[in-house]
RNA sequence: GGGCGGGUAGCUCAGCUGGUUAGAGCGGCGGUCUUACACACCGUAGGUCGCAGGUUCGAAUCCUGUCCUGCCCACCA
């Protein structure tokens, strides 16, 4: 039967589809033990696991850059530990994300006429779990399109029942150890979401503002006043006091007296506190313990009242003068303003960079709000971090003594981030005030205000309901996630999962998430296993555009990765940018219409995670432009036609007789292969992936396509039976080892083409070693090299190199084209010369399109030469071109080699050098002079013969 | 204010435990429809390694200072 055609290229639209299904139908992604403890796979079953945790993609997400960049490589890690044999294990779920849910269900309620807060908070509820449902696993849908082998049996959301659970656990048992606290707090309130906001949440950014200075007139004399500096004077209604530094010679004497407030006309005190400064503003500064949390100390310690002037939406309250109340702050700011300036208590206006926080969801300006919140008190579980890192605390701080314990992480730098954050903690403000979320399981009296905290409804409540009501509040989405990897296998309860894939192997995420989760899974795998939660951290870099600009949805600058696996029109590569309206979009769309004026075709998955993978290194950013993805989409289809080339030979082989011994090439391309298999794993085993692509790329593309492949066409479209299948045993086995490496980083081509050479391979029986033990590639297992290094041989096989190039040299040089067949004379230097290039006639004339080769004592007059260290090869010019052309690249050769020289014999000159560096330096300077100088007298000498033969 | 990353060919980046002539990909230029691949093949040009000092026989690589750039942290009223 002849064998099906083989397609010109890779129909990834077709493929990706069928292959995912494949991988399922199989189920290899599956870990070796189902989670109720059965065995699937007895024999990974009793191999050491090797575990990953997604980092759980909200359900209101897109999958963006940043996504498939962390997504590949998790899946990179765990496709490669599985075919080498692990119990690998990749969990996927998605997280609940509370505020952003919350919000993208309620504009769709608005679209529809109904306020949320009518509606009510279970019907609410309700709707967003509808929502939920319907959309809530597209996110999970594209994880799969783009090949994450993900155990999708053991997908997880944050919000399920038994996540609930963990949740609640965690709770009451912090409280239970007087970790979890309640208490009347500065936050950070979003007017708009009308919640509190964690520090982390809270962007801050310097952004033009004024500073105000206005004139308070003291008790005593209303004709002088105070000047206080305030960016904030709509907060004056809640001041209680004005605050001088208490060494302040300038005021020392106000101290204890009384400065009257304006507009409220009520007097406030005169206070000396360090907290305010000198050197700032005037000196003087206004103290609103209910809207500044440095004010909010300073009222502590000098025991002044709070005084909360705003509502919830940041409009003023009934504590303001009847005329401001309900205005929103910025319009009562100006109103104010206006009012002081009236009265001549506006000293002046000065321009001032300032940072404002704002709200990483909604973007408006935070405000500081007092309000009753609960909080995790930090300082023990991060102390219990630091020690289990193997810090030490000392008069100087932490010190690391122990620099294996712990988390290790990838790159190194974040060690240090991770300990000055950890040394420098602060409360965790967790409670929200949304309706989405995991609930507080705390119930208050209404009457007497005592507290019961419990993961169940307690029997007191149970016996009176009407007496006690649950706290309003949800919890923050990170206290569900700081448990993601103890709830994914199960805690609290003792489950079969925990006790296998519990610690897991490596975690890997974006940097920006190191407070927010990092740092805080640690905590509570100590907090609640004693254990911390993973053995290995890997930060990856953030996403830029070709500006280096990061990559963001507000921006505008983002590539969406549907977008190179499903192609875009010109239209849908503007809308990103027409959506985020950035100041540059002018700029943005021009950039788009020139390189892409009719859309961009589809590259694959394949090819976006080649890319990704390639450009990843240690630095700050991975920069990205859309075409880059197209050198991807090339290697693809380099690694598609090379192994093409193998596959359709291997397929019209026919079964049977014995293949060739392997040849000098063949082991010199196994040597490559070994080199490659080496570098590939140490990119693994040090997280440089970039290194595994930068590995991969040149071996594939020079070695195997362009030498290997080349060398062997002789042999392959011979008549020699033995040989032909020597040929193909090698190639073969290569391609097969090569595909195998390749699979973690483009799963769905290597696959492909796995699908039609290991049958090949098995039919004719021509496996260098074992057999292949899966069907599919994704269940095979990772190549370990095979040899030693062996250095002569990849010099011996360089000398061949050399050989073809330069007679490819001396064609371009003088116009010779391929289809003139030359016959050159070689004169062997080196020992392995001569057979090298002898050994493998056939294949060196195909290569370099040769009549013949002829080996010589030395050159015959009038012939053009190219030196090798190794050879020297002779040309009959005459024959091709005129021979002044020759005489001129011989100058510029004769001045280059000089150059060289004088380099090499300076370095010998100096007595120094000769004294004091390694002896086997010295020598291998002098080795190095005297064969450039033999090399240059040789061009001078042919020089002279040639330039002699032109001219007569 | 403190900390971190980056500044090497037109672009994106390797190299940086100091030691042959600083590399790759893309792009450029010239050539080739050579029976796997024009998303290819062959050849080629292009760099005072941000700047200034220092250490050394020898510095892209180590040290000091400095400039540019990106990011993180911090109580800038």
Redesign the pocket.
Known sequence: MAPAP?P??FDFREAEPRISQRWLDDRVFEAARAPDGSVRDPVRAEAEPFVILIPPPNITGRLHMGHALNDTVQDVLTRFFRMDGRDALWVPGTDHAGIATQTVVKKQLDAEGIDYRELGREKTIERIWEWRNKYGDAIIEQLRKIGCSCDWSRTRFTMDDGLNRAVRRAFVSLYERGLIYRGKRIVNWCPVDRTALS??EV??E?EKGK?YHLRYPLESDPNRHLV?????PETMFGDVAV?V?PDDDRYRDLVGKNAILPLMNEPIPIIADT????????????ITPAH???DFEVGQRHDLPQVDVMNEDATLNDRVPVAYRGLDRYVARKKLLEQLEEEGLLEKVED????IGRSYRSKVPIEFRLSDQWFVKMEPLARQALEANGYEETEDGWVRKDPSAGVAFH?E?FE??YL??LA?I?DWCISRQIWWGHRIPAWHHRETGEILVSEEVPDRVQQEPEAWSQDEDVLDTWFSSWLWPLSVFGWPESTPDLERYYPTSVLSTA??II?FWVARMNFAGLAFSERLPYRHVYLHS?I?D?????MSKSKGNGIDPLTLIEGATLDELKRPVLEARPSNMKELLRRIEKNFPDGF?AVGADAMRWTLVY?I???????L?L??F??G??????LW??A??VI?ALEREPAGGDPAPLTEEDRWLLARLDSTIRDVRSGIDTFDF??IA?AL??FV??DF??WA??LS?PRL?GDDDAARRGALRALGSVLADTLRLLHPVVPFVTEELWSRLAPAMNRLGLWLDDVPQADLLAADRMPKPRTAPDPELEARFAILQRF??AI??L???Y?I???ERITVHFKPLHPAAQPMVEGRQDAVKFLA?LEGVEVVEGRSAGMAVQYD?DFELYLDLGRYIDLNDEVARLDKDIA?TEK?MS??AA?LD?P??V????PD?VQ?ARD?LTE?EQRLKKLRESRAELAEAAGG
Not at 352 to 355: E, S, T, V
Not at 915 to 918: F, G, I, V
Request: proline share 4%; glycine share 6%.
């Open positions: 083989f010109k290229r520090d982390d962007e801050k310097d500073m206080v500096a305030t960016t904030r605050a530094h907290h305010a400064d000198p050197e700032k503003g005037t000196g003087v500064v206004k500044d949390p440095n001032h960079i300032l940072a790159p730098r240090r981030v000055h954050w420098n602060r940097k920006d407070f953030t830029a070709e500006r280096g600009v990061t075709e450009s290194t240690e630095g700050e950013h991975v920069r432009a075409s880059r197209l050198e989409r090339s290697f693809v289809t380099k036609n090379g093409g080339r359709t970039g290194r930068h790329y040149p593309w020079n396509c362009s492949l080349e066409k479209d073809v190039s490819r040299q064609r371009a040089q116009r084209k391929d289809s399109k260290r280059k060289e380099a090499a370095k100096n120094n050098f004294n004091k560096a390694p330096k291998q190095k450039v």
